[in-house]
């Protein structure tokens, strides 16, 4: 398998996963229904977020279209940019981990853009795929599906605390899916190996220029 091959199975993959997951939590799961997977540090809790990922939002209905625009345009310049890096012979460690980050923001792209066409709300029922009457939000205007939920610590602030004394404390709790998590595995991998090639390539091209 070459590299270009690759890097298109392994978007392919996680858009598979991602969007059958999504599809499958937007038609079984009420907004807010949540199920434990393993005991209480793993759940699959329904959420919808407007705007970025991991629960953040961004300036209501015009930032909700600028920023599907911008990972639309986004997303396409990084695959663009990835076939140039094949064809010089990057590694295949660095071709997977920019793929991940390429299926991450398509992954979101598409319930930004089409989840409000082809589903009903989820308030209070599940929401129906394809209703007659047509979906809850118009082009570009739906909201991503979020459901992993990793409550790893749940306490309280000690009482002497100066900030939150005797509160509820709760380590970790975004709401976030697979193409959030494949977005950041792809940036952390990046950063922590190949972040020497992209500055050896950098300075590479400075002394190119410099002759």
Known sequence: MSKKQLAILVILLVLIFDQVLKIWIKT??????????????????????????FGFEFAGKLGKVVLTLFRIIAATAIFWY?????????????VISVAL?????????????FYGL???????RVAEIFPAGGGYASFLHGSVVDMLFFPIIKSTWPVWSPINAGEP????????NIADSAISVGICVILIFYRKYFADDENKIIEEKAE
Do not use: Q
Not at 39 to 52: D, R, T
Not at 118 to 124: A, E, L, R
């Open 28 to 53: 079984h799961f009420y907004l807010g229904d949540e199920i434990r997977v393993i005991g209480n540090w793993f759940l699959l809790h329904f959420v919808e977020n407007k705007g970025m990922a």
């Open 82 to 94: 990835l076939m140039k890096l094949i064809k010089k012979g990057i590694p295949t460690g660095l």
């Open 101 to 113: 980050i390429i299926a991450g923001a398509f992954g979101n792209v598409i319930d930004s853009a």
């Open 118 to 124: 082809i589903f009903t709300d989820s308030y209070g």
């Open 169 to 176: 404390f709760l380590f970790f709790s975004p709401v976030f």
